[in-house]
């Protein structure tokens, strides 16, 4: 798996940069008809700067039984109503600021007199670092020979360029011989996937989860904010920065709700699911005393099979296997095991018949339970008990790779690969094209509340798990260079995006 920096853009002109709109006021000439010309051999050899003005005139009139006048009168209405995209001009001049070695070109399929017409115009945007005309060059978009021309002249590798172009055979032809090549289709996306290529996503990511400290918490699916522990317990899991988190607790087990335990009118108790997350997350500061009353409590609450409920009140025996592998990893982790004696062979057989890809009543995502079984292996590494599982589990996990868009399903997948080892490209790439303007990733939902209507999302949590993989990510890779190189490691400055496994 290699990371790659960019250092140069290549934009489109028409229809990037500016929009050409056919004009047929007065012209007598359809939409389709210029359209129809504009994509005609005689008007390709203009752009290539073949034939002269007069001829390709003479020859698009002729061929498509145009008035000539009508012609050049719809042409020079085109330019005249060209529209400028200001709102990406302003994009890559604020992106030039934050990033002063980065060069933008123009790579346009344009004939001479109109590149003449329009340099005035295209060096007053103050982006272009320079123009490079398909009627200079002698080929056009998407021939092989015009990219070339452009790496030759600029002296850039294709590997470095991202292009953006309007035209899917452009982005073909372009993406064949190696540049980063963007379909433009808004400017707000295109945008957005320039800040995801040029930034660096860690510090993209870490600035916007600083930049809410102490308010990250979920929302329900009727936009109420919804403080709770579990959530601030997982960004910490993920982060390390106490900082970021707003938790709320008196005594050794855990509420999941900050502040009142309501929700749809019912008190809520503790629950062995936030109590083992927490205990978890705090492996080495929390008491042995307090472990063991959490662990009391929890083994006054099971089923009739032995396995754990979720919540510490008799009158409320919900199960989840989710929750149960939660609880199992808290036991494990104090060497406690023994005292769940059914549970491993529980889990093992949700693995075994994939029963897990069903959900449960409060987590939907099947990658819940592989993601907090593969933190248990990652944390007991040499325990013999969990040889079978792990084996198992990696099966399971290399089945699921890349298995659907969910960005919260992407983390858990790319970070459970991470814990066993294994390599995750299709997840990590997810994940850094998913990144949003503001640093952060889109809100996903996280669970449900059993039977009750609606459900639970969060940004702050789905960004804190996207910051410590791609952060893992990058460090594996560094850590690999590190060992070509014959160093002793290397911090894996600048590493931007994943390119190849």
Request: net charge negative; proline share 4%; hydrophobic share 40%.
């Amino acid at each position: 798996m290699a990371f790659a920096e960019y250092s140069s853009l290549v934009l489109d002109l028409g229809g990037v940069l500016a929009f050409y709109s056919p004009m047929t006021k007065y012209t007598g000439l359809s939409p389709r008809q210029i359209k129809n010309a504009l994509d005609s051999p005689c008007w390709y050899d203009y752009e290539r700067g073949k034939i002269s003005k007069q001829d390709c005139y003479a020859q698009v009139t002729a061929t498509f039984n145009i008035d000539q006048g009508g012609w050049e009168l719809a042409l020079k209405q085109m330019m005249d109503g060209l529209q400028v995209n200001k709102d990406l001009i302003a994009a890559i001049s604020s992106l030039k600021e934050a990033h002063p070695k980065l060069r933008v070109y123009c790579l346009s399929n344009i004939p001479q007199p109109e590149s003449e017409y329009l340099m005035d115009q295209v060096k007053s945007w103050g982006i272009i670092d320079e123009l490079y005309a398909s009627s200079d060059a002698g080929h056009r978009k998407p021939d092989a020979a015009l990219y070339k021309y452009f790496l030759e002249r600029s002296g850039n590798r294709a590997q470095d360029c991202i292009f953006v172009d309007d035209t899917l055979e452009n982005i073909v032809a372009a993406r064949v011989l190696g540049f980063r090549a963007i379909l433009f289709q808004d400017t707000r996306a295109v945008v957005r996937t320039l800040h995801n290529l040029l930034g660096d996503p860690v510090a993209r990511g870490m600035a916007f989860l600083k930049s809410h400290a102490g308010h990250l918490f979920c929302q329900t699916t009727s936009g109420e904010v919804q403080p709770d522990n579990y959530s601030q317990l997982l960004i910490l899991q993920n982060t390390g920065d106490r900082s970021l988190v707003t938790l709320e607790n008196n005594g050794p087990t855990w509420s999941y709700f900050v502040g009142p335990p309501i929700f749809a009118d019912t008190l809520y108790p503790n629950d062995s699911d936030t109590t083992s997350l927490a205990m978890a997350v705090f492996d080495d500061t929390v008491s042995a005393e307090d472990k063991s009353v959490a662990m009391s409590t929890i083994l006054s609450h099971l089923s009739p099979d032995g396995l754990p409920y979720c919540w510490f009140d008799t009158n409320r025996p919900r199960f989840c296997h989710c929750i149960c592998a939660n609880v199992y990893r808290f036991f494990c982790l104090n060497n406690r095991h023994q005292d769940l004696p059914s549970v491993y062979n529980y889990l093992y057989d949700l693995l075994q018949s994939k029963a897990y890809l069903l959900g449960t009543r409060y987590y939907e995502s099947p990658d819940w339970f592989l993601f907090i079984l593969a933190d248990l292996c990652a944390r007991r590494p040499h325990d013999l008990g969990l040889l079978d599982m792990r084996k198992l589990l990696v099966l399971r996990l290399q089945e699921r790779v890349g298995g659907d868009e969910i960005v919260l399903n992407a983390c858990m997948r790319l970070l459970s690969a991470q814990m066993l080892g294994l390599t995750d490209v299709q997840d990590l790439e997810r994940l850094l094209n998913a990144q949003q303007l503001d640093g952060g990733w889109e809100l996903s939902w996280l669970w449900h509340y059993g039977r009750e209507p609606g459900k639970v999302g969060s940004r702050g949590v789905v960004t804190a798990m996207a910051v410590n993989g791609i952060r893992r990510a990058r460090e594996i890779v560094a850590f690999g260079e590190s060992g070509k190189n014959g160093t002793n490691g290397a911090s894996g400055n600048g590493i931007k995006k994943v390119l190849v496994e």
